[in-house]
């Protein structure tokens, strides 16, 4: 039993360890969530991103770690395969087929049992510990019949899926039961949370909708974002995207669309810049993914870039909060397109990073950020006439739209989500 009256579990801590230093881990998880620990005191037990090393609790940016080490086949089974070529697609409405696979959730469950076996060690008598994330959800069953002293949390940052689509799980039950564990699971949005509720109702479950730490996203100095407008040669029109590269997010839709609009001579002036940050890269998907949003860029600046003037500008890097919020302040229209996401927080963060109440938000009607954010430019991301239409109405924003959406972003933070999540466990 450890001493820790406050406990987080996710897959991945805070900070991945990259060779001897440490660098932000990439994800909305890790964003919301690494304000909500500094804030309050208490551990977080997860992942250092690295394959078999094992180290010690350790302190960072005021949080304190305790890691759990992932060996290659946990890495493989565990990570790549059951949680995110299994659980990510069949949560995400089959945007890509989910694989079934016997020794992936083997592994799952392997892991599972690693990650509650650490809670429970760091865990005081009568703690409170918030389990996160699809990765972790037969931790609440586990970590209950190791301590059944401690009350239990679980959020799912991802989507639920419709029961139809759940069943095609063969460890479906084995699921539910483990996530039964819990004195309280949160989701995004009510309709994850009715989803869920058709398939078992012995659970207590609430709504929660995840965002951001307001003031973490800096207001940009003036002159930093007239360069970086500069150095993209001064469009009348600077869109911007921010994502994981992941096949949820639509960043090929939003592409096509951009280039379908210069094709009609339908939008002139105008740059692109597209930051994606590496993610899980050896996934067949991912790299297809990857492939045909690289042979879009090429295609499009070829097709209507100039010499020392591109239309699509791509980082495939992550790049620091501190520098993100001069991109965000830089940019008239932020797109937003995935065809399902959880929240989505780089929409919120857009949002944030507009006080001033200029810009223009692009988003999905799939993204869980439509709920709040309804004031945006609406689109469909399977429609390319509905995207492209979004972003030319998005040529000529509404200010009192932004105002609306940037009063509620700064209202409903991230410690409000926590509090509320919290209160009512
Ligand atoms: P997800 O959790 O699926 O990755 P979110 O939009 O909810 O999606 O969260 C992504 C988080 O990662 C945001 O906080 C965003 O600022 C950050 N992020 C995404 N892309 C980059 C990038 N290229 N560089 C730095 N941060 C990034
Ligand atoms: O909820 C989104 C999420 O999947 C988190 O669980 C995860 O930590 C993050 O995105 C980044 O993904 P990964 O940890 O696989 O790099």
Partial sequence: MGDNEFVVVANRLPVDKVGDHYEVSPGGLVAALAPVLRAREGCWVGWP??????LEPFEFGGISL?????DQNDFERFYEGFSNSTLWPLYHDLIVQPEYNQEWWDSYVEVNRKFAEAAARAAADGATVWVQDYQLQLVPGMLKELRPDVTVGFF???PFPAPALFQQLPWRNEILEGLKGCDLIGFQRNTDEDNFRLLTQDIRTGTFPISIDAS???VAPEEDVAKLRAAVGNPKHLLLGVDRMDYTKGILQRLLAIESLLEEGALDDVAFIQLATPSRERIEHYRTTRKDVEEAIGRINGRFGDVGRPIVHYIHRSVPKEKLGT????????????FKDGMNLVAKEYVA???NADGALVLSEFAGAAVELNQAYLCNPFDLESVKAAIVGA???DAARMRHMHDWVMEHDVAAW????LEEL
């Fill in 327 to 338: 991109f965000y302040a830089a940019a008239d229209i932020m797109l937003v397109t995935p």
């Fill in 49 to 54: 991103g690295n394959i078999g090393e094992t």
């Fill in 395 to 397: 040529t000529e924003p």
């Fill in 216 to 218: 973490e996203i800096a």
């Fill in 156 to 158: 799912l940052h991802i």
């Fill in 418 to 421: 926590a509090q509320s999540f």
């Fill in 66 to 70: 305790v890691p759990v080490t992932l």
């Fill in 353 to 355: 990073a507009h006080p």
